[in-house]
């Protein structure tokens, strides 16, 4: 038992300072040494490696003391803690004025944010929307994912706040086209609207005299056509034929009816339907070609 607990009344045994003793005695190197080994042996302690920024910083080490604090905004970051890594970063900021690449990492975070709250706005209306179908027919949530991949740098969801987005994309039908089908064809009066999810469309004009089929321009994932169709009630300037299979997203004018009811900004979304324009570069180019002789 004396082996054990050791003599009655004996004192317990002396420890070390602590890393904030140390701090407090301005011994940084000691206390640098012990936040090392600790961050060293677990990586993601980010309040060690917070404060052990924090020692660098007194010690004098402000390029260590930097890569520190970039490394915990960027954990915090990829954690998607995006409010506590942008915090971080303007606290960087105030004390590094003339640094430009932070001002470009908050610029990016930021993104980010924006871009988790868009990702969050599409899927779930999305899902909402393949809610009324029978379970048999519904997109799973795999594939919801990868159709966000697709429209994610698109300029309608770089345009759209989160709840817009939302309401938007639970009244879109998602759809697979096989290479060589028509989306639409020249003067049809279909009004719908297809944002690019995957695959490869282009728009096509045929001669008039010698039939000769002329490839205008074509489309990606992310661009979108039919907004003079769906907008405008305009027939279509072009045939826009599948290239590659590809996966749309359809609008149709039942769908925009129901996501411009009730909305608190039926202006920002119709614009951001029409910023692209590629229906309006389409004619122009389609007419230019059809009016040139030979």
Do not use: C
């Not at 520190?68 to 915090?76: E, G, I, N, Q, S």
């Not at 129901?258 to 029409?274: K, T």
């Amino acid at each position: 038992m004396k082996k054990l607990f050791g003599k009655p009344g004996s004192p317990a045994k002396q420890e070390g300072p602590s890393i904030e003793d140390l701090v407090v005695l301005e011994r940084y190197e000691e206390a640098i040494e012990a936040l090392e080994a600790r961050t060293k042996s677990n990586a993601r302690d980010l309040h060690s490696s917070l404060r052990l920024a924090e020692v660098y910083s007194l010690a004098g080490l402000g390029a260590k003391s930097l890569d520190r604090y970039l490394f915990v905004a960027d954990a915090y970051a990829e954690d998607g803690f995006y409010d506590k890594a942008l915090a971080l970063l303007a606290k960087l900021a105030r004390l590094n004025p003339s640094d430009e690449t932070l001002a470009a990492k908050v610029a990016w975070l930021q993104r980010l944010k924006s871009l988790e709250h868009s990702r969050a706005g599409v899927i779930t209306g999305l899902l909402s929307g393949e809610q009324e179908k029978s379970p048999l027919e519904r997109t799973s949530t795999v594939e919801v994912q990868k159709v966000w991949a697709g429209v994610a740098k698109s300029k309608l969801v770089e345009r759209l706040p989160a709840d817009q987005l939302k309401r938007l994309f639970a009244t879109v039908a998602i759809q697979d086209w096989g290479p060589g089908e028509l989306l639409a064809e020249r003067g049809s009066r279909v009004e719908r609207m297809f944002l690019i999810a995957s695959g490869v469309v282009e728009a096509l004009v045929t001669e008039p005299a010698g039939g000769r089929t002329i490839q205008i321009r074509t489309f990606g994932f992310g661009d979108l056509i039919g907004e003079g169709s769906l907008l405008e009630h305009r027939p279509w300037p072009a045939t826009y034929r599948v290239v590659e299979r590809a996966r749309v997203l359809r609008i149709d004018k039942a769908g925009l009816e129901r996501a411009l009811a009730g909305n608190p900004d039926p202006r920002g979304l119709l614009e951001a339907l029409r910023a692209q324009r590629a229906d309006r570069d389409v004619s122009a180019a389609a007419e230019k070609l059809l009016a040139s002789p030979g």
